[in-house]
């Protein structure tokens, strides 16, 4: 398919593209403040990496935090607030983990419809200490409360179980697991954004506790506190303002399952039949990645680095597969052969990953994005992927919600 055409869009080409002018982020940790504050740091330093003045800024979106109280559950007008109030429209998004890249086509679809020229796109959290659950209260018609009442199906849960099926499947093994943990560490030494910057090794990973088998509490990402923002321009904005050559969207996929779901996803207890209806070419993940690879126009052999949700370190092996980087069954592979390391053929995670970073949910789809920025600039000091031209990234979150964002110089 063409570059710029959309799917589901019939024939008719169109341009996606809109420029990434500037990227910031709040360091990620244990701060015991509150999320505002992370995202307005975040904002600032975005804001002053694109040189543009708040007051320039047509529209803000903000990635909500699921909480009590209404400041999370209108982030967009709290930032807008503790910026200054300036008349700019708000918006404000969930997806659950891929709240940032749906955040983030929000402000580019405004962008692209003409209706702005700048947006700013900022999603921060503060987190609970320990595994994230629901808010209190009996629900018994959400799925994601029914796992913790009737199972006590935690998160670390289903990661185990993803992992369980990767062994089943491909033969992969608690040292391959651990693997990805190692090199998600080496990379995230020379982030200054990381919380965890501490290189580990394959039996610190094996001897900590094991949380859910095979999975060991080193496997895991953590919760945190943390910030990113993006400040998105048209790219005519962009050209009369000094950005040349500037970063581009050129995809964000937002795409649902296709029924029959044949793979489990949390919180869900079951999956679809497909008795009827047969199995689907590709599971959910695949086809996110694919909506974004046809929108964009590319291919996975075009890509330089990939920024995948690793909740666990399993599930990195599964994004790789799911993101056509390797065929089914071959992660492994490529992870023993070394190319998903800096000086690979692929990495995966440069900036650490949620390895370094843990879960500060509205956030991380859009760190992702500065990530991949820093990296097509040649900005990414110490962890710099050599001639990157081509980003993806990639997000889950409950309830059918997925995302991809392809970004290329």
């Given at each position: 398919?063409?570059?710029?055409r ?8 169109v341009s ?28 600032r ?21 699921v ?41 580019r ?72 943990k ?87 207890l ?91 949910v ?48």
């Amino acid at each position: 398919m063409e570059a710029g055409r959309r799917a589901g869009r019939g024939d008719r080409p169109v341009s996606n593209d809109v420029a990434v002018a500037g990227v910031g982020m709040h360091p990620w940790g244990k701060w015991g403040r509150s999320f505002v504050e992370y995202g307005v740091h975040a904002a600032r330093a975005a804001l002053a990496d694109a040189g543009v003045d708040w007051r320039d800024v047509g529209l803000i979106v903000g990635g909500e935090t699921v909480r009590n109280g209404y400041g999370g559950y209108v982030a967009g007008a709290t930032f807008a607030q503790a910026l200054g109030w300036q008349g700019a429209s708000v918006a404000t998004s969930y997806a659950a983990c891929a709240t940032g890249a749906q955040a983030l086509d929000t402000a580019r679809a405004r962008i692209l419809a003409g209706m702005c020229d700048v947006a700013l796109v900022v999603g921060a959290d503060t987190t609970p200490k320990g595994f994230l659950a629901p808010n209190a209260g009996e629900r018994w018609n959400d799925p994601d409360w029914l796992r913790f009442r009737l199972l006590g199906m935690t998160n670390p849960a289903y990661f185990a179980l993803y992992a369980r099926r990767r062994m089943d499947l491909y033969g992969a093994t608690p040292e391959d697991f651990a693997a990805v943990k190692v090199k998600n560490s080496r990379h995230g030494l020379a982030n200054p954004n990381a919380r965890y910057r501490k290189a580990v090794s394959a039996d610190d990973v094996l001897g900590s506790a094991v949380v859910c088998d095979p999975l060991h509490l080193l496997d895991i990402c953590a919760t945190s506190d943390g910030a990113a923002a993006v400040v998105l321009t048209s790219l005519d904005y962009a050209r009369t303002h000094g950005l040349a050559d500037p970063v581009r969207v050129r995809a964000v996929s937002t795409v649902t399952p296709t029924f029959p779901n044949t793979v489990l996803d949390m919180p869900l207890l079951s999956t679809d039949s497909s008795a009827v209806a047969g199995v689907n070419d590709h599971t959910f993940k695949e086809s996110i990645a694919r909506a974004a690879y046809e929108e964009a126009g590319i291919g996975p052999e075009d890509v330089s680095l990939a920024e995948v949700y690793d909740l666990s370190t399993a599930l990195e092996l599964d994004w790789m597969e799911d993101l056509g980087l390797c065929k089914p069954g071959e992660a492994e592979v490529l992870l023993r052969s070394g190319e998903t390391t800096l000086g690979g053929r692929i990495p995966v995670n440069p900036s650490g990953g949620l390895a370094c970073f843990g879960e500060a949910v509205p956030a991380q789809a859009l760190a992702q994005v500065c990530e991949v920025t820093w990296q097509l600039r040649g900005q990414a000091t110490g962890r710099q992927v050599e001639g990157a031209r081509v980003g993806i990234t990639a997000n889950q979150g409950l309830f059918g919600h997925g995302s991809s964002v392809i970004l290329s110089r």
